[in-house]
């Protein structure tokens, strides 16, 4: 494709103006302490820490640490509850009450979704339309499963675990929380959950929802805290069974405090997908592809398709596409429906992407950004990709976990298949194409856990998701995430 | 004629993604009620029935001339739509203002008779005044594969057009798949089309959100490969102006600015007027008036 000079434009002009979404109808309290025992309760030690909006940086809350005590507390109120009502109550019972949570989330639906951006800085288009209404369904889903255990392992008699303790990120707090909790109590487990330090709101929500729901004390407990308040939960020899999500290395550091003790676990961890596109795919969907695959939350996505290979009869097109569509993204508050990319979560975060843009540069990648406007206060990056980029590179082997894509072409099939399974992660993949021989041959080639064929990001309770060699252990999600909360006896 | 096999191919599933994207966007205020006008000022005011008669139309270009005079600063239609018949009336209702004549042709709206009559009826309306030709396609030839006849059928009323504007409908309802739609759409950019035109509005479904979002990425193909520009007219179906916004943000968003004007952008409508001037009335008023304050022409 001849490229003329004159590129389309898509600045000026006709612009949308700015549709906010209310904040009127939320509450959020001043201060909160830790969700233990159906309760909320003051820190031990009484010390709390800020919880910010990365789109103004301006506070939010304060939230409580969680202590080793309060740590014992939780783990205790979380062993009470097994032992006393919840592993004896009828599983149709459980069910009720997880379904009760289900309904009430979905009822205060606006509520979790503008908390969820002011805490978190991704789009409310994103949080009202994909985080809430998918959390709410693994509630619903789970909730059916509460009563038929014997059916999705015929023959087995599936039991608790007991306790289990989950510590998850930053980067779908609600929708994490669901994934961990709605499984567990499923299967008749207590829990003890630490949301991330960035975006701990949701999950204290979530918490009032759990009290309201008239959940027995105990049964879920939600405290808050950084790094020690996590690792306190993972070894504390109440935690019959660690779930968590996040990185690769606090994943390695997790295995190696649980080698040795009984405890099962399932990890959660990075990833640097594939997203492949064939010369005989779709085009202008499967751009579209990309850009739902790498700058879907700011790419803060441990499945995003970060690394995009093209088969180079049509990579010049397929780059120039890209960066039309990249100028029509509009960057900034995340609280504007029509905003696509929001703010990037914390500053950590912000200075962990740039440090990769400027490797990327030294590296000898050429970068391009949209040329977006973008605010002054907060956290911001511009959707960025690099090309000339090779499995060599930096940005290319390590996870990002920002709006930043590699992009390199490949010839033949077998380049790209063994270029995509270059990594020593093994999260998800994607393959465009118009063929479907093509398709199923790829997508068995491919060492992750989800390969989409023809789209991106799908995600759906009843599908098992998780993740190949460094991506992690376990399945969470489907039948598959049932069997990670039970022991299955003859 | 251009090699079809090198057409992109088309995904439903992704279309209907990216539609529904368009229209989650959020247009309130100053940006709507710059929409609003700028949508008065890309429709083609249309009659195409058996029934038109001269004084139908003049009624009609009255309309076009004066949209809703209870409120200043409107702009005027881009053009009036009306059979060969009745350009001549048309011109006449018409003259002084800066209103187009566009003209269905070519054994409108099936397209079944001889290559003959179509350029026949393509200089008759030329001739009367036309200064816009709306043809269609064959669409049995298209779908029998046989598009060199298609392309040279094109090509032959473009000649026949001389220097009035050519839009070709592909008439979409009748294609069947978007597949054929992107193809349909390359191959009559080629050939000359000035616009390529969704549907005759006789034929359901008529235009779509889908449809156009596949025949605007088809001139932005054409665009990049030639340097040509080539307008978009969705005609059919659209009639209510929330709709139209839609196509205005799927337009802004798949080609930019230099189409976001009446000279490349229209919308075939004959209903869409009103709500759209319904739609201004409350932007400025607050509270919506009945449906009577609007002319009916």
Redesign the interface.
Known sequence: ????E?K??????????P?PESTDHIAVKKRYGLFIDGDFVAPEKGRYFDTINPANEEKLSRVAVASQSDVDKAVKAARKAYAGPWSRMKPKERGKYIYRIARMMQERAREFAVIESLDGGKPI?ESR?VDIPLAAAHFFYYAGWADKLEYAFPGRTAKALGVAGQVIPWNFPLLMASWKIAPALACGNTVVLKPAETTPLTALKLAEVIADAGLPDGVVNIITGAGDTGAAIVTHPGVDKVAFTGSTNVGRIIQRALAGTNKKYTLELGGKAANIIFA???????V??IVNGIFFNQGHVCCAGSRLFVQESVADEVI?KLKDRME?LIVGDPLD??TDIGAINSRMQLEKIESYLKIGQSEGGTMHQSSCAMPDKGYWCRPTIFTGVSQSSRVVQEEIFGPVLAIQTFRTYNEALSKANNTPYGLSGGVWT?KGSKIFKMTQGIRAGVVWA??FNKFDPTSPFGGYKESGVGREGGLHGLGAYVKLEA | MPDLSRVPSVDEVGVNERVARFQSRSIKKASKVEALKMILSMIDLTTLEGQDTPGKVRQLCQKAIHLHDAMPGLPHVAAVCVYPMMVGVAKEALQGHDINIASVATAFPSGMSSREVKLDDTRMAVDAGANEIDMVISRGAFLAGEYAFVFDEIMAVKEACGDAHLKVILETGELGTLDRVRRASVLAMHAGADFIKTSTGKIQPAATLQVTLVMLQAIKDYYYETGRMVGMKPAGGISNAKLAVHYLVMLRETLGNAWMTPEWFRFGASSLANDALMQLMKQSTGVYQSADYFSKD
Not at chain 1, 1 to 4: D, K, S, V
Not at chain 1, 8 to 17: H, K, P
Not at chain 1, 280 to 286: C, E, H, L, S, V
Request: proline share 3%.
């Open positions: 494709m001849a490229i003329p004159n389309l434009a898509f600045d000026g002009g006709w612009e949308y103006a549709a288009r339309d005989d795919a779709a085009i202008d969907q499967a579209e592809g120039e029509t429906k029509n118009d023809n789209t």
